[in-house]
């Protein structure tokens, strides 16, 4: 028996076939469309990315933005005032923090991996090229910080004068060779300086354990503060 | 040849219903992308039973995300996918295939002769997206050898029915004896035939894909720009092109990333602009937004693409082709990425890792600060705009050819 399909079923069984992709289409593009307008509907439910944003670390502390506001404030890193880059001498510094010289070092000792000490010379305010190697290797470690800060010191020898011109040029001489290493137009506005002269907030011993240039043996108080202490801050202000 | 036309017709059918499931949870996967959302894909050898993959690494993934994955994507928003083609198709032999079993006494040679040339299709198509897929996208997608298999498994059925009829019905069934061979015509309107419900059967659901799919035009331009798009640090990488400023923000060890190039480059509109790369390595060794390293080695690549210079780009190609090796490497090893780039590129020695080059990548971050970008990979800024994120895969081509238009218009005599 050779029966041949009849040309109804057969025309069925096309139809069934054929219709088949397109209504599952046609079925899925809906469903597609349905939760595209459910989305919209309900936008601000949706789960969006983070935006990209400079750090705020947890030891950006109310006390230690305040000092930080207070003191990028007052040595020009902060507002319109012209002053960038003017830093803070002895005075204003101790003025501005209004804190204790132990008290303002104490803020400071969550940066222990971020921070290093600069040590001259004595009567010095040369880098050395471990110095200059030390500094590169720090200011490069930038991560999502927003602000620089260069805290230069002189031990108690010499006049109080002398030493408050002492720890600005040290100070000096650490943004003078950022500045030649990392060309940036906006360093100004990034890197505060602070120079203490041998009045406010000398380092203790206890500050020998931080990374720092002048070899493991050169940790008398005297070497200590014969420097310049920098680091980059990871608060916002 | 062994076997009855009815017997091969039926293992088509089953070929065609196994090739129907295949190319039609392929084709329920890409329209699951039609709502802007990202969603995880069927990838598996039996669909529907295995669970569903979200990781976005598959082969199934790739090969769907990919250029090849559909056509007529400029004028479409993500295009016809080739999958709802292919149930088309295996919807045909599958027609075809119960015409011959519906057919008491088989069918005639020359219908099944139509059928096994229709049968060549599928097989042609799966030869040439396999060699894609393993050469060009170094992807294996179980769903796709789901349908190699039911190709080849419907041309064995086609091939089987053809070379049966014909024969006598007596030697073959005796419980329903019939001297008279099959009936034979003329081979040209049957293939003829055949190629009218091939047409048919493809332009059905391609109509309705096209008719029903949702309106994506509204989105374009509604998802951002860039606030502050100076080079101030000279930290864009020029990647080349002629026309529209465009300014990708990617990650050379991201997959994403990598498919978007491919994707960018396939669509023929990357030429017809100006582009220039920020890296954005999702890597917490040097980016401080992302808690942790999603992509371990992407921030000494990055180094080495600075350090490059003019060779940039040859970098980025290098790191794309051996993305999971870095990866893996660097995860074990932190210090394997830069041994993996200095071996490849030994002029980048005396700049990689150093000061200089570190803090030029921090710059390049920080432009992702300053424009306030989201924190992810790939992104596109064509002219300032930004292309949304559902826009960057599927419907990349439809859009760019909407951003492009105003300045292809403009550039027009």
């Known amino acids: ?114 921070a290093a000490i600069v040590q001259f010379e004595k009567n010095e305010a040369a880098l050395g090229a471990e110095d200059s190697a030390l500094v590169d290797k720090v200011f490069a470690e930038r991560g999502g910080a927003s602000w620089f800060l260069v805290v230069a010191r002189s031990s108690p020898e010499g006049s109080v004068a002398h030493n408050r011109a002492l720890s600005e040029q040290r100070a000096r001489a650490i943004t003078d060779h950022i500045h030649a290493t990392f060309p940036d137009p906006e360093l100004d506005q990034q890197v505060g300086l602070l120079w203490l002269g041998e009045e406010y907030a000398q380092l203790g011993a206890d500050f020998c354990g931080w990374q720092r240039s002048g070899g493991v043996d050169a940790c008398t108080t005297d070497d200590l503060n014969r420097s310049a202490f920098m680091a980059w801050i990871d608060c916002r202000l | 040849m062994p076997g009855t036309p009815r017997t091969w017709a039926a293992l088509l059918a089953l070929a065609a219903v196994a090739g ?133 498994l419907a041309f064995v059925g086609a091939l089987g029915a053809m070379l049966s009829a014909g024969r006598p019905q007596a030697a073959l069934d005796d419980d329903d004896a019939d001297p008279t061979p099959a009936p034979t015509g003329a081979l040209a309107p049957r293939l003829g035939m055949a190629t009218v419900q091939l047409g048919i059967f493809n332009l059905l659901p391609v109509a309705a894909w096209a008719a029903m799919s949702p309106a994506h035009e509204r989105y374009i331009g509604t998802c951002g720009e860039l606030t502050d798009p100076a080079d101030k640090h000279g930290v864009l990488i020029d990647l080349g092109g002629q026309g529209t400023p465009a300014v990708e923000v990617l990650d050379p060890l991201c997959p994403s990333c990598k498919g978007f190039e491919q994707r960018l480059d396939a669509s023929g509109q990357g030429a017809l602009l100006d582009r220039q ?137």
């Not at chain 1, 990028?72 to 101790?94: K, N």
Request: glycine residues 10%; charged residues 15%; negative net charge.
């Open chain 2, 277 to 413: 790369l920020l890296l954005f390595p999702l890597d917490a060794t040097c980016n401080w937004m992302v808690s942790s390293s999603l992509h371990p080695g992407a921030c000494t690549v990055s180094e080495a693409m600075l350090c490059a210079g003019g060779d940039a780009r040859a970098v980025l190609d290098w790191a794309f082709e051996r993305q999971e090796e870095i990866r893996t490497a660097t995860a074990e090893d932190p210090e394997a990425a830069a041994r993996m780039v200095l071996a490849a590129f030994p002029q980048v020695e005396g700049c990689l890792g150093k000061p200089a080059v570190r803090s030029k990548l921090n710059q390049s971050l920080r432009w992702a600060v300053k424009n306030q970008l989201p924190v992810l990979t790939p992104q596109l800024f064509v002219d300032g705009r930004r292309v949304c994120d559902a826009d960057t895969d599927l419907g990349l081509d439809y859009t760019l050819a909407r951003m492009l238009a105003p300045a292809a218009t403009e550039g027009a005599p």
């Open chain 2, 20 to 152: 129907l499931v295949f190319t039609g949870t392929s084709t329920y996967d890409f329209a699951q992308y039609l709502d802007r959302q990202v969603h995880g894909l069927h990838c598996s050898f039996l669909p529907g039973l295995g669970s569903v993959d979200v990781t976005g690494a598959s082969g199934c993934h790739v090969t769907l995300m990919s250029p090849y994955s559909s056509v007529l994507r400029q004028a479409l928003w993500g295009g016809i996918p080739m999958s709802l083609l292919g149930m088309g198709t295996f919807a045909l032999l599958l027609y075809r295939a119960l015409l011959v079993l519906l057919h008491r006494g088989g069918a005639e040679r020359p219908a099944l002769q139509a059928t096994f040339a229709l049968s060549l299709v599928p097989v042609a198509t799966s030869i040439v997206m396999g060699v894609i897929a393993l050469q060009v996208l170094d992807a294996a997608c179980k769903l796709c050898i789901g349908t190699y298999g039911a190709s080849a």
């Open chain 1, 1 to 114: 028996m050779n029966s041949p399909t009849s040309p109804a079923l057969a025309l069925g069984v096309g139809a069934a076939c054929a219709l088949l992709p397109t209504g599952l289409a046609t079925a899925w593009i809906l469903s597609a469309q349905g939760r595209l307008e459910a989305a919209e509907a309900s936008e601000a439910d949706t789960p969006v990315a983070a935006t990209a944003a400079v750090a705020d670390e947890g030891y950006c502390t109310p006390e230690l933005r305040k000092v930080l506001r207070r003191v990028l404030t007052s040595c020009g890193l902060v507002g319109a005032d012209g002053a960038a880059g003017r830093g803070c001498q002895p005075a204003d510094a101790a003025a501005v923090a209004t804190l204790a010289g132990g008290d303002f070092n104490a803020l400071f000792l969550p940066l222990a991996d971020r």
